[in-house]
């Protein structure tokens, strides 16, 4: 009796993360969009040290345009704070809010989500009643409800939108679960006595996330949007610089001094493109019909 | 005939549905409601300037916002019921009447926002479609993901400053030239000319994420089998595309055409405001600043209305596109 050994283990872990490695970089975009990803968060981090004096603060003449100061590159608005700095530091609490709007949104859309799929039956018929009573009011509206009974600051805002925002999550998560609860591996946890908290944590959540994490890169996203929404209705945190801030306050000057509002609509575009980007490219990565 | 009785269950099955939902959204609309700080008669004093405590005291009895609040939630049900929205403190008139004055400004923004989105990501998707992986695919790939990216309002400034501003050829405030008291063509010009760019704005997102759905909806029914049944019968590819290709494509587009539909209501605050269009976004807006809830709870409870007939609309469209969808 002959045993034939392949001659790749293809069950080999160095092997199968090189594929994953080639597979990642062989997709310009997805690369493209990580390297924006990563310039803003580097940004963002590194804020102070670039731009120590604080954005809100008036550096220079008003209303210089872009290029006509070497000391302000990107100009100034008009009241004479510097547009870059501005940016800079726009960055940081735009990411922060986008970041922590989808954590809050994702961890309770998870759990109801898990919760749901896993359980079924009137749990499952209540929760999904839930998720249809937020989802049939006006995401917006919700947002700008919940920030007025709170007072508009980072935290608020971020919980607003991850209250706003879960339920598209939980319908994922909870379809993730319906169809891996029915798999092998739950029935030989279960006959192995694990407890129901222990095969959703341990054996079905670990499947269920890729949809999950392209989901993420999404809603941060769309968290972003949703802030420039709130900071250009002038709801949001007066201490921080953000980018729907600038466009609303540039959009006075919108006749004279359009680069106000252009410059930061720029930068959200850019920021929402790269994880757009990445979460296309973790979508391919992660799909289990695509080759590795 | 089938079509009477699909018609007939569809509507009963999202009567029933809807009842317990749209009770559900309204108490806890309420509830969440009065979890806001102030309330209208605060802000009608902030608004004088000043005001008595008698004053005050006297606006909150006439609008019975001095009631415990599950008194105040039993009455707003039991004139709901009579099919009375209520009084607005703010705006001295009904709210069903305040709502009539800014619902057409909002249902012809959605509408035309909706169509032009749909139409214009359908044509790209399906071009995108048909030249998969070549250069066209991949130019449209990227000026899709940037109009994905790029926030809706920023679009309508942008278009403001170049059309308006720069160009002059489109207005950039409201809804119609106030006073000018046109008729026909010049009216009708007018309105359009108004509307042009708070559609463009609303739709830019949409039209990014149908084209993306339309694309890879089409690209995954060009693999089925039928698809080369029709090529093999000598079918034109053009009308393959378009009867056969398309229409299956058409029902995820479609959905999320209707889960939308919902959403925009909320998503129009902003343009609304930017452009001061007379609409229910802005209103809702306005609704919560002043702490109007009265108005603020119609808005919802239209906004759910609406959300569940579309939805009931698009279940009945996919009857109609896709036979094999039976009564659920």
Do not use: C
């Amino acid at each position: 009796m002959t045993v034939v050994t392949p001659l790749t283990d293809v069950g080999s872990r160095t092997i199968r993360r090189d594929r994953k490695l080639r597979a990642f970089l062989r997709n310009p975009t997805f690369v493209a969009g990580v390297v924006i990803l990563g310039i803003f968060v580097l940004l963002a981090l590194f804020a102070d040290v670039l731009f120590p004096t604080d954005p809100l603060d008036m550096v220079g003449p008003p209303v210089l345009w872009p290029g006509q100061d070497a000391e302000f590159p990107l100009g100034t608005d008009s009241l004479g704070r510097d547009v870059l700095a501005g940016l800079v530091h726009g960055a940081r609490a735009s990411l922060l809010v986008g970041v922590a709007a989808a954590a809050i949104g994702l961890a309770i859309g998870m759990v109801v989500g898990a919760t749901a799929g896993f359980f079924g039956g009137r749990v499952d018929a209540l929760l999904m009643r839930v998720v249809e009573l937020f989802q049939t009011t006006p995401t917006f509206l919700l947002v700008v409800v919940i920030v007025a009974i709170g007072e508009p600051t980072v935290r608020v805002i971020a919980l607003a939108i991850g209250l706003a925002s879960w339920p598209t999550v939980a319908r994922l998560v909870r379809a993730q679960f319906r169809s891996l609860r029915e798999s092998d591996f739950v029935m030989a946890a279960r006959s192995l006595g694990y407890s129901n908290l222990r095969i959703i944590v341990q054996e079905i959540l670990p499947n269920a996330l890729p949809p999950v994490i392209v989901a993420a890169s999404v809603m941060i996203a769309n968290a972003i949007l949703t802030e420039a929404g709130l900071s250009f209705l002038n709801m949001r945190d007066p201490n921080l610089v953000s980018w729907g801030g600038m466009i609303g306050a540039g959009r006075d000057l919108l006749r004279t001094a359009w680069f106000l509002t252009a410059l930061p609509g720029v930068a959200i575009a850019l920021a929402v493109l790269s994880l757009n980007l990445v979460g296309d490219g973790l979508n391919e990565i992660l799909n289990p019909r695509s080759d590795p | 005939m089938r079509m009477y009785r699909r018609i007939g269950a569809t509507l009963k099955r999202t009567a029933i549905h809807a009842g317990p939902t749209i009770l559900g959204i309204i108490v806890l609309d309420f509830l969440l409601l009065q979890l806001v700080p102030g309330d209208a008669a605060d802000m009608i004093a902030s608004e004088s300037g000043s005001a008595t405590a008698e004053s005050m005291a006297a606006i909150r009895q006439r609008f019975g916002l001095d009631q415990s609040v599950l008194n105040q939630l039993l009455n707003f049900l039991g004139h709901l019921a009579q099919g009375d929205l209520g009084f607005s403190p703010r705006y001295n008139m009904s709210v069903f009447d305040m709502i009539m004055t800014r619902l057409p400004g909002t249902l012809l923004l959605m509408a035309t926002a909706l169509s032009l989105a749909l139409l214009l990501g359908i044509i790209v998707g399906s071009v995108m479609a048909a030249w998969a992986g070549r250069w066209p695919d991949r130019v449209l790939s990227v000026v899709v993901l940037v109009f994905y990216s790029m926030p809706g309002f920023w679009v309508g400034l942008m278009a403001v400053v170049l059309f308006s501003v720069n160009l002059g050829w489109l207005p950039s405030d409201g809804s119609m030239t106030v006073g000018a008291n046109l008729t026909g063509w010049a009216f009708v010009w007018d309105r359009l000319s108004h509307l042009i760019l708070p559609a463009l704005a609303l739709a830019s997102f949409f039209i990014a994420v149908y084209a993306r759905l339309t694309r890879a909806a089409m690209l995954e029914v060009q693999r089925q089998d039928f698809m080369r049944t029709a090529a093999a019968k000598g079918l034109h590819p053009f009308f393959i595309q378009l009867h056969h290709a398309l229409r299956n494509a058409l029902i995820p587009v479609t959905t999320v055409a209707g889960m939308h539909l919902g959403n925009l209501l909320g998503g129009a605050v902003v343009v609304e405001t930017l452009f001061g269009w007379p609409g229910m976004g802005r209103l809702a807006l306005e609704a919560v600043l002043a702490r109007d809830f009265s108005v603020l709870l119609g808005v919802l409870l239209l906004s759910s209305f609406l959300v569940i007939l579309a939805n009931a609309a698009i279940d009945l469209l996919h009857a109609w596109l896709d036979p094999r969808i039976g009564p659920a």
